[in-house]
């Protein structure tokens, strides 16, 4: 049974940093990948980052380039978000989930942890 629990979330001030964890467990992921989606009161899940558990390659939306990273540690079975210079957009419930073949659309991804709360206060 495959098993995501984020943690990381809170709340911090416009231009502020956090970071956010992701422990995977279960099962070997190998040929998996892992992203970061956020959803906001009233409005649709949308993805955020991911990244392929082995190799390292990286997704990124639009909307936080150049602010977020998004990395692993296949050693803990972790995988991590780091966003920096937050807006109050930014502010959402953060999932972490994993797929064996998509990277954006929520859709394809098979296992969602239980999300951790980001506010971005401004």
């Known amino acids: 049974q495959v098993q995501l629990v984020e943690s990381g979330g809170g709340l911090v001030q416009v231009g502020g940093s956090l970071r956010l964890s992701c422990a995977a467990s279960g099962r070997t992921f190998t040929t998996d990948r892992m992203g970061w989606f956020r959803q906001a009161p009233g409005k649709e899940r949308e993805f955020v980052a991911a990244?392929?558990?082995?190799?390292?390659?990286?997704s990124l939306a639009d909307s936080v380039k150049g602010r977020f990273t998004i990395s692993r540690d296949n050693a803990k079975n972790t995988v991590s978000l780091q966003m920096n210079s937050l807006k109050p957009e930014d502010t959402g419930v953060y999932y972490c989930?994993?797929?064996?073949?998509?990277?954006?659309?929520?859709?394809?991804?098979?296992?969602w942890g239980q999300g951790t709360q980001v506010t971005v206060s401004s």
């Open positions: 990244i392929t558990w082995s190799g390292s390659i990286t």
């Open positions: 989930a994993l797929t064996h073949s998509g990277w954006t659309n929520p859709k394809t991804y098979d296992y």
